[in-house]
Every structure is written in structure tokens, then in C-alpha cells.
């Protein structure tokens, strides 16, 4: 299989404007996404589709058939508008394939195959601060990497790093070999830095720059998110750690050794927040800047209603 696990660190710590610290352990999987009935068939914890300890859904995944919360803009300097967008349906892998070709046209996406990193639901619980899609052409080269990022109110938000995004990739080092992850460890680096016009934390405004360093999965998972405000960094989110085969031996043992892992993340998340409450970082409410919170998914009530009332305002002013 092509599929797999990786037993990782994550690590955040904030520069400014107080310093703080934290790392834990997780497990996640890399997901192929045409192996998805596969995994179904061989893994007892793993259910495609269905309830289990493990169940994935292709409706938990990048819903670009829904509307389009606070769509781009024209450029300023083009009357025109922009072209109509149909939503992108059909399964997963064809929902990652058709948003990448609408912003890298002409990428050749024949034959492609796409991993995905993340974590399904738990028990039935669903929560991933991020997932990664790497994106392979009929040759197995890394073209393009996609960042799913998903906040507390369930918005979500994707970022692609296209063809030109990419670096450090040469045909010796890049290929994708998943079954052994040989050949993988120097392979491609897709880097990317983004407004963030997103909501993420109530302690980072949602006009700082998103920061993107993924690489490739091979026998070792290492991205890199960094906050910025100018050209200051104020936070850094790592994600690194070894591969593993996805067995169901395997997959049990992670389920010991890392029990009710989505429940754990959500908790971590609401107490390193209210850390950052008592050493006074400064808090930034959801509604007061609706109108910057663009280009995301299953929008929060508290963003639809401010933007519902600034248009009845001030209809000139609402995107």
C-alpha cells in the first residue's frame, strides 16, 4: 500500500508579543486517495464511508460544492469580472484535482495521484487543525501541495501552493515511491507565503501572513507554518516525525498509545488558549473583522451576520 502512518511532534511557539511555548506526540495518516475501499477491506479499525474507530468521509474534506464565503475580488485595475466558478463536486480526489487546475491551469493532472494527511474521525469526532494534500503526476513527481486549515468554529479555508511554489526537487530525489518511501527524504519543498485573511485563534489578527514550508512525505513528515505581521515572525507550527506502515497491528498500537486523539487535540487547543489569556496576549473578536475573513467554507453565524448587516449598510462596502 501506498498508504501510511507518521508518529510525530507538534510544536508551536509564539515569539511575540509574549513568548509561549508547548510540544505533544500525535499520530496521523497519509492517505492515498485511491486506496481509500482498500484501507476499508483490510484495517478492522478503519471504515471508508461507514462508523468505526476510524472513519473517513469524503463530505469532512474540502467542501468546494458549498458556497464560497466572501469570494475574491476582481483586481482593481480590471472592470472585468471575474469568471463564473462552478462547485467543484464529485468525490475528494476530484474535488483536490479540479481546485487544483482552476488555479494552476495548466498543470496536466492526468493520471494524477493525491495523499492526504490527516487525521479521520475518531469515535466519531472530527477535528484536524490541518490537513496536507500532496499531489503527484503520472510519474510519481510532487506538482502541487494544498493546505486545508480548518479552525474551532469549523470554517474552512484552503491554500494551494501550485507548480511555481515548488523547490528542491530533482528527478533522483522527488519521485514518489510510497510503498518503502526510498528515494523521498530529499524530495520536493512547496513554499508559499499568503495573507491569512482568516480567522485561525482569537490571539493572531486575521490580516498576518501565512508562512508554508511542506515537503514532500517520504520516510520522514516535515511541515512548517509560520505566522508573520511585515516581516516579523511571531509564531512558528511545526509538524515532523517518522513513517510507519499502516497495519492494523500498527494502527492498534497508536490507538493505545494515543487514545481518543481528536477529543485530546480540541482540549490542548482551549488550554494553551486560556494560557495565553492569563499572560495577557491580546484577543481578537471573530465578528469585528467579518469583512477580512475572506475565501472560506462553512462560514461562522457570527461573520454571516456582520456581513448581512454591513450590506444592508453600506451595500457599496460588503464584498
Not at 496521523?28 to 486506496?35: C, N, P, R, T, V
Not at 481509500?36 to 478492522?44: D, E, K, S
Not at 493525491?114 to 500532496?134: A, C, E, I, K, W
Not at 514550508?213 to 520522514?220: D, H, M, Q, V
Request: contains cysteine; hydrophobic residues 40%.
Amino acid at each position: 500500500m501506498n498508504s501510511c502512518l507518521y508518529e510525530c511532534s507538534v510544536m508551536h511557539a509564539r515569539f511575540s508579543p509574549r513568548p509561549h511555548r508547548f510540544l505533544y506526540r500525535i499520530f496521523l495518516f497519509a492517505i492515498d486517495l485511491d486506496e481509500l475501499p482498500l484501507l476499508h477491506r483490510n484495517l478492522a479499525l478503519f471504515s471508508f464511508g461507514r462508523r468505526n474507530l476510524y472513519s473517513f468521509r469524503d463530505g469532512d474534506y474540502l467542501p468546494t460544492g458549498e458556497p464560497l464565503h466572501h469570494a475574491p475580488l476582481p483586481p482593481a485595475t480590471s472592470a472585468a469580472p471575474l469568471p463564473h466558478r462552478a462547485p467543484e463536486t464529485g468525490n475528494l480526489k476530484s474535488r483536490v484535482l479540479a481546485h487544483l487546475a482552476a488555479s494552476s491551469p495548466t498543470l496536466d493532472l492526468t493520471g494524477a495521484r493525491v495523499v492526504l494527511v490527516t487525521l479521520p474521525r475518531v469515535f466519531g469526532y472530527l477535528f484536524n487543525p490541518v490537513s496536507f494534500y500532496f499531489c503527484y503526476d503520472r510519474t510519481g513527481t510532487p506538482i502541487a501541495a494544498l493546505s486545508e486549515v480548518t479552525n474551532t468554529f469549523k470554517e474552512m479555508k484552503p491554500y494551494v501552493l501550485g507548480p511555481a511554489t515548488r523547490t528542491n526537487a530533482t528527478p533522483s530525489t522527488s519521485h514518489f515511491h510510497p510503498s518503502t518511501g526510498e528515494g523521498r527524504a530529499g524530495g520536493a519543498t512547496f513554499t508559499l507565503r499568503t495573507p491569512k485573511h482568516f480567522y485561525v485563534s482569537p490571539f493572531s489578527d486575521v490580516d498576518v501572513a501565512f508562512d508554508f514550508a511542506l515537503r514532500t512525505p517520504g520516510k520522514n513528515l516535515s511541515v512548517q507554518i509560520d505566522d508573520y505581521v511585515g516581516t516579523e515572525r511571531t509564531l512558528t507550527s511545526t509538524l515532523a516525525g517518522p513513517r510507519s506502515e499502516l497495519t492494523g497491528a500498527r494502527l492498534a498500537w497508536f490507538t493505545l498509545k494515543y487514545p481518543a486523539l481528536t477529543l485530546r487535540i480540541i482540549a490542548l487547543i482551549h488550554l494553551h488558549a486560556a494560557l495565553l489569556w492569563c499572560k495577557r496576549v491580546p484577543w481578537f473578536s471573530k465578528s469585528a473583522r467579518s469583512a477580512d475573513q475572506r475565501a472560506l467554507y462553512r462560514p461562522h453565524s457570527s461573520i454571516v451576520r456582520s456581513a448581512t448587516t454591513l450590506s444592508s449598510a453600506h451595500p457599496s462596502e460588503a464584498l
